[in-house]
Nanobody, 124 residues
Framework: QVQLVESGGGLVQAGGSLRLSCAASGRAFSSYAMGWFRQAPGKEREFVAVMARSANSTAYADSVKGRFTISRDNAKNTMYLQMNSLKPEDTAVYYC?????????????????WGQGTQVTVSS
């Protein structure tokens, strides 16, 4: 199995940027499809961005399309989420997740491995 640790969250003003990282250890990182999800207070955990094992295919939630970019560096066992033009509604705990297989999925129940989350707060 794989262990995941997120970092890079923080407090930022609206319009600002943050880059989240997800460091993986354990079984070969390159064998997993990966994703970022987020959960705001009182809301369900939701899909943000996902990436295939080979990074040749990605998908984004409509709410972040054009502002967020998911990427991975298999040599460093790390996945990233570059977040630009942040809005107050992006405030949430952000989680990285991993699933077996080559293809991505936007459904949280398809991901058996999760990090502990990192808080992102966007002030207006």
């Amino acid at each position: 199995q794989v262990q995941l640790v997120e970092s890079g969250g923080g407090l930022v003003q609206a319009g600002g940027s943050l880059r989240l990282s997800c460091a993986a250890s354990g079984r070969a990182f390159s064998s997993y499809a990966m994703g970022w999800f987020r959960q705001a207070p009182g809301k369900e955990r939701e899909f943000v961005a996902v990436m295939a094992r080979s990074a040749n295919s990605t998908a984004y939630a409509d709410s972040v399309k054009g502002r967020f970019t998911i990427s991975r560096d298999n040599a460093k066992n790390t996945m990233y989420l570059q977040m630009n033009s942040l809005k107050p509604e992006d405030t949430a705990v952000y989680y990285c997740a991993a699933r077996h297989g080559s293809t991505w999925s936007p459904f949280k129940y398809d991901y058996p491995y999760w990090g502990q989350g990192t808080q992102v707060t966007v002030s207006s």
